[in-house]
C-alpha cells in the first residue's frame, strides 16, 4: 500500500495538535485535543484515533511521524526528573553550586538561587585527572569509583552524569567509567559531557550534562511508549523529533540526548513562521506563538530564525539573565512568558490585577470547560467580551459554559469593584501588554526596532490577541495563516533534518597550521554526515555551514563569526582573520590594534531540506459573497460592544476585503481585527491584517 500521510504532533500545555499532510493531493487535515499531563501518550493515542477515524487516514499509509514535546522542559522546571547522581574529580562537587559567583540580582539580599538538580550527597568524586592539554596525570582508581557508584545506587540514584576535567580535549575517562557502569550496574542510566556538551566553562557543561541524565529515563520511557502505541494502531512508520534547533532528527538521537528537545515545540512554531512569511515576501518576522499555557516571540530575519548555542531553563525571573540552568545546545533563540488562553487571573500582593505566570492548563482548564476550573482565566474573559463563539469553539469538540464563566468573573470583579467587563478587558489588556514587554526587550537586545518587523501571529491565542499587540508595539502588518492554532504542528511537517556539532579547539591563526583546524572539523563533518545518512530516505542532499568562537588572547568572551569555508573551497588563515576581523568590528565599531586571534569553539551544523515539499496552494475565487453572522463584541476602540460581523474563513475566497471590527473563525483560533484594522485574504491563504494609526472614521 502506499505511503501518502505524514503527521505532525506537538504536545503543548493545554492541547495536542495533529496535523495531517497528504502528499498526493497536498492536503492537509487538523485535529486538536485537550493535551492529558498524567500521560501524555494518551492524547496522541485518542487524536490519532480520530484522524483516522473522522478524516479517513489509513494507518499504513503513514509515511512518518514527526514530534514535538513540551515535557522534557516541563520537567526541568517542576523538578520532576529521575534521582539522579554526578561523578566528577576530587574537589569539584560544589561546582554546581558555586557556579559562576555571579549574582542575577545584585542588590537583593535574599536572592531565590535556582535550585540544583543534585543533591550534595549524590555527587561522586574520584581519583584520576586529566590536564588541560588533554595529557593524564593520574590514572583512575577502579576499585574506588565502582565504591562511589554503588553508594549512589543505595541512595536510589537511576541516572548518572560523568563530568570530568577537560573531557572535551580528552576523553578516556570519562568513556572509561561509562563502559565500567554499563558493564556492572547496566540498569545504570549514564551521560557523559564529552558527548553531550564537549567545549570549554566546566559549569555550563556540569549543568547541560547533569540536566541531560536529569530527564535521560523519562525520554527513554516516553519515546518507547510512544513507539508501542503507534505500533498498537497499526503505524510502522519512522518517528522523526523535533530538535531546540528548529531541525529533526532520528528517535536515537533523541532517546541519547533528551536534552536537544528542550525548545522542542516552540521550535516547530518558529519555522512554521517563517514558511508563511516567505509566502508573502516577508522576509523580517516576529513571530508569536500563543497557546493555551504560554506565549513565544522569535525574530526571523531573512526568513531564518535567530540561533543561539546556549540558553537558560526554568529562570527563577523571566527576563533575568543567570537565573535559570545553563544548558548548552543550538536552539532557536525566544523568549517565552506564562500568557496563554489558560493563564490565571487573580489579585497579586498589592490587589493589583495579574494575569499569568500560572496556567490551569487542560486539567482542569478555564472555568468556562466545565471540568471542575475555579480560577478566572484568559479564556474565560475573552468568552465574556464576546471574541469567543462558545458554540465553536476547537470547532465546536469543547463544549463551553458561558454561565459559569459570567459567574466567577462577577466574583472575581467584585474584589476589585469593577464590572465584569471592566475587568475581563483589564485581563485582554493587560495580557496583550505583557507579551509587548516581553517583545520590546527581546528586539531591543538585537539592536532592533519592532515597528519595522511584521507581526506573524500562530497557535490558538495568536490571532485573538496579534492586533492588540501589533498595536502596542507600533507594528501596522499582522499575518494569520490558515489553522493557525495548529502550525507548530504544520511547521513539523515542513521542517529540515538538522544536526548540530561543537567541539573545543585552540588554534591561533598568526602561529597554528591550517591543516590542524581542517582535521578537527573533519571529524565534526563526518559526525554530522552519519547522522543524517539515516534520514536519507526522506531528505535531500546534506548542506554544511561553518561557524567558530574566537577572541583575542587575553579576552574572556567569544564572538561567533561565520568561518569562510563550503564544499570544494579551501580554508586558509588569512581568510579566517579577515572573517573575524570583520564580524569583530560590525559587532564593536573597532578592533585592537595588534591582538592574536584565539579560535576556541568549532560550530558546524548540517542540514538537508524534505524531498516532498508542500506546495503553495492558490486561493480560488468561490463566486459567492460571504455572508457575515453578527454578535455584540467588546472593543476598547469603539467604548464598549458593538454589532461585529463575524465570517467563516473556509467561506473566504481571493477577493475578500474588509474593515474591522470583525471576527473570522475557524477551527483552531478565531482573528480578531480592530475598528482601525483592513484585512484581506492573500492568494496563497493567509489573512493580511493592516493596522491604521487612527480609528478610520465613517
Known amino acids: 500500500m502506499k505511503e501518502v500521510w505524514s503527521i505532525g504532533i506537538d504536545i503543548g500545555g493545554t492541547f495536542t495538535d495533529i496535523v495531517a499532510f497528504n502528499l498526493s493531493t497536498q492536503k ?26 473522522e478524516k479517513k487516514v489509513i494507518a499504513k499509509e503513514i509515511f512518518c511521524i514527526m514530534h514535538a514535546t513540551t515535557l522534557f522542559t516541563n520537567a526541568l522546571i517542576e523538578r520532576k526528573g529521575s534521582c539522579t547522581g554526578l561523578i566528577t574529580n576530587h574537589g569539584f562537587r560544589d561546582i554546581i553550586e558555586i557556579g559562576n559567583e555571579r549574582k542575577y540580582d545584585l542588590y537583593d539580599l535574599a536572592i531565590d538561587r535556582p535550585e540544583t538538580l543534585i ?14 592539554k588533554g595529557v593524564e596525570i593520574e590514572a583512575i582508581d577502579e576499585s574506588q569509583a565502582l565504591f562511589e557508584i554503588e553508594r549512589l545506587i543505595s541512595l536510589g540514584v537511576e541516572s548518572v552524569a560523568i563530568c570530568l576535567l577537560h573531557s572535551y580535549i580528552n576523553s578516556t575517562h570519562e568513556e572509561l567509567l561509562a563502559k565500567l557502569i554499563k558493564e556492572k550496574f547496566p540498569h545504570l542510566v549514564v551521560t557523559i559531557s564529552s558527548e553531550v556538551s564537549p567545549i570549554i566553562r566546566e559549569f555550563e557543561r556540569a549543568s547541560t550534562t547533569i540536566a ?15 513507539e508501542s502505541a503507534l505500533f498498537q494502531l497499526g503505524v510502522q512508520s519512522e518517528v522523526l523529533m523535533m530538535l531546540s534547533n528548529g531541525g529533526l532528527s532520528h528517535l536515537s538521537e533523541a532517546k541519547n540526548k533528551p536534552i536537544e528537545l528542550l525548545e522542542s515545540g516552540p521550535a516547530a512554531g518558529v519555522i512554521a513562521a517563517g514558511y508563511f512569511g516567505a509566502q508573502e515576501g516577508v522576509a523580517n518576522l516576529l513571530a508569536f506563538d500563543m497557546g493555551g499555557t504560554t506565549a513565544k516571540l522569535c525574530l526571523v530575519n531573512e526568513n531564518q530564525p535567530s540561533i543561539a548555542y546556549n540558553f537558560e531553563a526554568a529562570r527563577r525571573k523571566r527576563f533575568s539573565k543567570g537565573s535559570g540552568i545553563p544548558i548548552n545546545i543550538t536552539t532557536v533563540e525566544l523568549i517565552e512568558i506564562g500568557a496563554g488562553g489558560g493563564s490565571i487571573a487573580c489579585q497579586d500582593e498589592l490587589n493589583l490585577l495579574q494575569v499569568g505566570p500560572k496556567s490551569v492548563g487542560s486539567e482542569p482548564g478555564p472555568v468556562c470547560f466545565g471540568l471542575g476550573g475555579n480560577q478566572v482565566t484568559v479564556t474565560d474573559a475573552n468568552l465574556l467580551l464576546g471574541y469567543l463563539n462558545p458554540v465553536f469553539f476547537a470547532g465546536g469538540s469543547i463544549p463551553i459554559y458561558m454561565d459559569t464563566a459570567e459567574q466567577y468573573l462577577k466574583e472575581l470583579s467584585a474584589s476589585f469593584k ?83 556539532r561543537s567541539k573545543t579547539i585552540s588554534y591561533k591563526p598568526d602561529f597554528d597550521l591550517v591543516a590542524e583546524l581542517d582535521k578537527n572539523i573533519h571529524v565534526l563533518e563526518l559526525e554530522i554526515q552519519s547522522s543524517l545518512q539515516a534520514l536519507s530516505k526522506s531528505y535531500g542532499p546534506i548542506h554544511i555551514h ?92 469603539s467604548n464598549g460592544f458593538i454589532d461585529t460581523p463575524v465570517f467563516n474563513r473556509e467561506e473566504l475566497d481571493s477577493r475578500f476585503q474588509h474593515w474591522g471590527p470583525l471576527l473570522i473563525e475557524e477551527p483552531s483560533t478565531t482573528i480578531v481585527v480592530g475598528p482601525s484594522g483592513f484585512v484581506r485574504l492573500s492568494p496563497n491563504g493567509n489573512l493580511i491584517i493592516n493596522i491604521q494609526n487612527e480609528v478610520r472614521n465613517e
Not at 492586533?467 to 521542517?495: N, Q, W
Not at 564580524?583 to 542540514?607: D, H, Q
Request: charged letters at 15%.
Open 119 to 132: 543533591p550534595r550527597s549524590h555527587r561522586a568524586e574520584i581519583s584520576g585527572r586529566i590536564n588541560a
Open 28 to 53: 492537509s487535515e487538523a485535529i486538536k485535543v485537550l493535551t492529558t499531563h498524567n500521560n501524555p501518550i494518551l492524547g496522541i493515542t485518542i487524536g490519532l484515533k480520530k484522524l483516522i477515524q
Open 418 to 500: 469593577l464590572s465584569q467587563i471592566q475587568l475581563a478587558w483589564g485581563i485582554h489588556n493587560l495580557v496583550a501588554e505583557n507579551m509587548a514587554t516581553a517583545a520590546r526587550l527581546h528586539v531591543a537586545e538585537k539592536g532592533r526596532d519592532p515597528s519595522k518587523f511584521a507581526l506573524l501571529a500562530t497557535g490558538g491565542g495568536g490571532p485573538l490577541h496579534g492586533y492588540m499587540v501589533a498595536k502596542k508595539l507600533g507594528i501596522s502588518t499582522v499575518i494569520c495563516p490558515p489553522d493557525a492554532g495548529t502550525a507548530s504542528a504544520f511547521g513539523l511537517l515542513i521542517a529540515s533534518a538538522r544536526t548540530d
Open 546 to 637: 561553518y561557524q567558530a568562537e574566537a577572541r583575542f588572547v587575553g579576552q574572556g568572551f567569544n564572538l561567533l563569526f561565520n568561518l569562510p569555508a563550503s564544499h570544494g573551497k579551501k580554508l586558509n588563515n588569512l581568510s579566517i582573520k579577515n572573517a573575524f576581523l570583520a564580524a569583530y568590528a560590525e559587532k564593536f565599531g573597532r578592533t585592537p590594534s595588534n591582538g592574536v586571534i584565539e579560535l576556541v569553539n568549532l560550530r558546524i551544523s548540517g542540514s538537508a531540506t524534505p524531498l516532498q515539499k508542500q506546495k503553495v496552494r492558490q486561493v480560488e475565487e468561490l463566486h459567492i459573497i460571504p455572508t457575515p453572522k453578527f454578535r455584540r463584541v467588546y472593543f476598547q476602540e
Open 212 to 226: 541531560n541524565a536529569y530527564i535521560k529515563p523519562i525520554a527513554l520511557a516516553y519515546l518507547n511508549q510512544l
